[in-house]
Each structure stands twice: as C-alpha cells, then as structure tokens.
C-alpha cells in the first residue's frame, strides 16, 4: 500500500544535492512506503537538467518547471501530483509562494526549510537552520508559533551521502601530497570563465609540489558544452587562466599538469581527504567547512558583470545596451557595501577560517595565497580543528521530516488558526 503523498518542490544546483537528496533518505527511513516526488520550480539559476539529476534519487516522480508553470496558468497542480486525501508539500528551495500555490492546488499543508527569513504566509511552518534566522523571519512578521529552528541539512548531505538508488562514489584512491580541489561552481555562465582560472592555479602550484593531486567533482548540472569550452580556454582571458586537453577522466593542460575530473557523487568523499581547497562563494564553502577543509574562496571582480544576480538585479543586466554597466555598477557596489564574510563559514563561526579573496585577482596571486596553507600545517590543523567544532552537525533531515510528518497528522485547529491543509495566511 502506498504511503502519504510527499511532493517536496526544488529548484537548482545546491538545493537539490545538499538539501532534497537528505531529505528523501530521511523521509524513507521514517516512512518507506511513502509516496515521494520532486517539483521542480522556476529558478533563474536552473541548468536545465535538473530533472536527471532528481531522477536519480528514492522518489516516484520529477515534474519539470515548465509543468509547473503551464499546469498553473490554468489553475492546476503538474500531472502525476495528484492522489487522494492527505500528504504534504515541502519546499527545499525556491520561492515559498511556488509552495503555497501548489499546496492549495493539492489541499494539503505547505512547509518550508530556508537559509533566508520568510514572513511564513500560507505556510504551516517555516523551518530554519539557525536561531538568527528564525528572529530575522520573526522580525518580517512572522508569527512565533510558525517559525523552528531545525538544523542545517548540508551537514546531512556531506556527512550522510547514503541515499538509496544513488550510485556510489567508489574508490577513490590515495590522497595527493597535498590533496587539493578544485571547484568552479555549477552555472554555465560563471563556470566557462573560472575552468581556465582553476587550470592556471593547478599549474602553479604542480610546479611547487610536485606529488599534488588536484581534484575537479564536475557539477552535473554543468551542460557537456560548458565543460568542453571551458577546458579549452575560451573566455580564458577573464581571469588569466589556460586550457587543457581533456584525456578521458583526466584534464592535461598546457604545462602538463593533470587535473582528474570526478563524478560529483564523489565529492564528498575528496572532502575527507582533501588538505586544501580553492573556490567561490557559495554552498560549496559550506560543505567544506562541514568536512574540515580549510579553503582559499575566491571572488573575482576582474569582470563582475559575469557574476550571477539574484532577484531584480539578475533582469536588470538583461536590459538591451544598459544591462551590463548596471549590473557592473551592483556587483561592485554590493561587494563594496558588503560588510559580512563572503565565506558561509567565516559567517557562521565569526572567525576567519577560510582565506577569502575579493576582487581583482590572478592564479599566481591565489596559488600563493593556497601555498600559505599548505606550507603552514599548524595552521590548517587549527582551522581545521574550528571548522569541525563550529559548523553545523548531522541530524537536521530527520528532525525535519519528523516535525513535518507530526505537523500534518494534528487535528483541525491545533494550529490555532483554522483547518489544517487550505495555505492559510499568518
């Protein structure tokens, strides 16, 4: 007998991996039987083959954004989400009203896990990774009673990379002297630029230590185009960077330093190993620090109008003529104005712990500043040591699912504000 319908809505690179994926292992640990799919959302981020990636998890199903929004345009839920009574909808990424609406679509009680406040309208709760998130949402109007701190699911993703119908990693061999990796993010227009970059930054330091093994976990959600021009240097000018022929799973550049690029499955277990890591903002500095990894982060400002926006500033650099000045002008302006770390650990521990890099910059300047950590193994040691006492531990996924599943078995007006299920207001 099939179990309760679970439909839990994602949108891109880091929120299917790090947070959909421990998610669904956690909700087959708590409930087997349960009916799970993915509903992909609109996301100006998307890659485009979002949807292989979440075939590939424990579900039943993956609707894809372009159903999402046809299926909306006349008031409906994408086909194959519909069942009989109960179940749930669980947004992990993407705006919370693609939640809402879909909830009601389905009559059933819209949930919601972010890094970022919401006011919490229509949901049954907004769950968030850490206390000053959820004074934040309540600070936007949240109500109190809506809003729970539940932990961070990328510590499940990085310390739990056991989800059923995901293939394994494998053996991934010895550990370099040092063992460093590589990672140029998962968009295609970002990642052409900074492939050439992480080549060059190899390059100097193979030529500091010679039994280095530098790593690239190639992001799935990199198209097959993207890769290929980014290992030959086509925007290589950007940052500086330089090519390399690709040799089966192995990068040869130029100078001959042999980069291995590996299934992104296998990334986590590269973390474990890894001695040093370089690159940019993002989830990625959050995995590491979970891991222990000690990294150079790296945000390039040679060109910013390359840099993804999120929000009005992503339509705005669409604009005919004007779009590329004033996306320039608001990545400057942003990073100038920026008075947090740019490094998800730095900011969540308060201390420098992973070496940050902002603005005009150069693979042999940023080798050097990878060089200092690896010649120095006191200080990674401590780095390290803060890193694993400070950033977020496992257990986030199945308090989770827990609260979730506890939630939409209450009975009407428990919640104080009405019946349970219709994507109530606050």
């Given amino acids: 007998m099939t179990g309760r319908r679970v439909v839990l809505t994602s949108n891109g690179p880091g929120e299917l991996y790090a947070w959909a994926r421990p998610v669904v292992a956690a909700w087959r640990r708590a409930e087997p039987d349960a009916d799970v799919r993915i509903a992909l959302v609109p996301c100006q981020f998307a890659a485009g083959n979002e949807a292989e990636v979440a075939s590939g998890f424990d579900i039943q199903g993956v609707t ?6 046809a299926a909306g345009a006349v008031g409906r839920a ?3 989400l519909e ?5 749930v909808v669980l947004s ?5 009203g693609h939640a809402v609406a879909l909830a009601r679509r389905l009559h ?16 049954e709760r907004l769950f968030v990774h850490d206390e000053a998130t959820r004074r934040k949402a309540r600070l936007l109007g949240a109500p109190a009673g809506r809003v729970e701190v539940i932990g961070n699911l990328v510590a499940d993703a990085v310390h739990g990379d056991r989800v059923p119908g995901a293939s394994a990693a494998g053996p991934i061999g010895l550990a370099g002297d040092p063992h460093v990796l590589l990672l140029a993010g998962s968009r295609d227009a970002f990642a052409v630029h900074l492939i050439p970059f992480v080549l060059a930054v190899a390059d100097h330091l193979a030529a500091r230590y010679p039994g280095a093994r530098f790593v690239w976990p190639v992001p799935r959600l990199l198209r097959p185009e993207t890769i290929a021009a980014g290992l030959a240097g086509r925007e290589r000018a950007t940052l500086g960077g330089t090519s390399a022929r690709r040799d089966g799973d192995r990068a040869v550049t130029e100078a001959g330093t042999v980069v291995e690029l590996v299934d ?3 990334r986590y277990a590269h973390m474990h190993l890894a001695d040093v890591a370089v690159t940019i903002p993002g989830t990625n500095t959050l995995e590491l620090g979970i891991a222990g990894v000690p990294a150079v982060v790296v945000l390039p400002l040679n060109r910013p109008e390359i840099i993804p926006l999120e929000g009005p500033g992503h339509w705005l650099s669409l604009l005919p003529l004007v779009g590329t000045p004033l996306k320039r002008r608001a990545v400057r302006l942003f990073v100038e104005r ?9 900011r969540f521990s308060g201390e420098p712990l992973m070496v940050e890099v902002k603005g005009v910059v150069d693979p042999e300047g940023v080798a050097a500043r990878v060089a200092a950590l690896v010649d120095d193994p006191d200080d990674r040691a401590r780095r390290r040591a803060r890193l694993l006492a400070t950033m977020p531990q496992p257990g986030a996924a199945d308090r989770l699912v827990e609260r979730v599943r506890t939630l939409a078995h209450l009975v009407p007006g428990e ?3 009405g019946e349970v299920g219709v994507g109530r207001g606050p």
């Fill in 415 to 417: 919640l104080g504000v």
């Fill in 64 to 69: 894809t954004a372009a159903q999402f929004l």
């Fill in 264 to 266: 992104e499955g296998a």
């Fill in 338 to 346: 920026l008075d947090v770390p740019v490094a998800l650990p730095n």
């Fill in 83 to 87: 069942g009989g009574p109960g179940g």
């Fill in 78 to 80: 994408p086909g194959g």
């Fill in 108 to 123: 059933v009680p819209a949930f919601k896990y972010a890094f970022v406040p919401y006011r919490a309208g229509g949901l």
């Fill in 92 to 96: 992990l990424g993407g705006a919370g």
